[in-house]
């Protein structure tokens, strides 16, 4: 556990910037590339926990090429080349600044919401009598605003387009990429066993041109159930069988945490931390159909440094 990656401070030629996010570093090369590094960091509330993840950086890396690969029929995409398990690098675009959130069924935030009495989520209507994890009629978008730090907001398709964060244009091209995306992705879920349950996508901007960016239908930005037995105990009322974070989340409030401010977040042995890694690779070999395999982290921080530097004398 001691190999795993929580920061990274490289040096590169051409470096710009570094910017660091809640689990990734992400290096701007002379303007025009990005280099990403997904750690092993993982938050939940938009809090960062305090250990890292074995094996979470790579799972979601390349979770996340794998469908950039799958969908690059759908929307260009910003992907160029992974030359590490933990990197990948691609175009610099200017990102939109919403995040595009999109529902299949009526469970988590949404479901707590709900639970509550709210009957429309970013200005979309939802019906009354619906029941945790059940299935919208069709799904919903339900963009959030994109925090530098702090909580992204709720916010409806109207205030976007009020508010000039996107235009009218760009935001209803953003609209039918999202669904398009959701559609693939829950159709190689189905495949696999797995329902994709709600996930996000950020889109950004070159040239004139809308590319699709960062991860995409990870463990970190998806939900997925398991297709078997989804029915059976949705008519006995008894929770789902998922793989995506909200365990995580849930093991934090079971232990008092719920993202707030002077709460601290509970201590992370040793035990729970390998069975978090235990269910990333679990997520990564049922969505992906693959094995996974655990690439050599005794020099992690240099074998990523050196096969970025590789890249980029290419």
Known sequence: MNNTVIKTNFRFDGQKSLYKGKVRDVYN?????????????????????????????????????KFLDATADIVPNWKIDVPDPMVTVG????????????????????????????RQICGV???????????????IITPTTKATEGHDEDISKEEIIK????????YEQLEKYTAALFARGSEMAWQKGLILVDTKYEFGKRDGKIYLIDEIHTPDSSRYFY?????????KGEPQKQLSKEFVREWLMENGFHGQAGQAVPEMSDDFVQQVSERYIELYESITGESFHKADATQVLTRIENNIKDFLKK
Request: a negative charge; aromatic letters at 10%; charged letters at 25%.
């Open 163 to 170: 508010q000039g964060l996107v235009s009218k244009e760009d």
């Open 227 to 235: 297709r078997e037995g989804y029915e059976e105990r949705q008519q």
């Open 29 to 65: 090369i002379r303007n025009q590339y990005l280099v990403m590094v997904a750690t092993d960091r993982i938050s939940a509330f938009d809090v960062v926990l305090p250990r890292g993840i074995p094996y979470k950086g790579q799972v979601l890396n390349q979770i996340a090429a």
């Open 91 to 118: 175009v610099l675009c200017e990102p939109f600044a919403v995040e595009m959130i999109i529902r299949g069924y009526l469970t988590g935030s949404s479901w707590r919401s709900y639970s509550k009495g709210a």
């Open 125 to 139: 209507p939802i019906p009354d009598g619906m029941k945790e994890h059940e299935a919208f009629t069709q799904p």
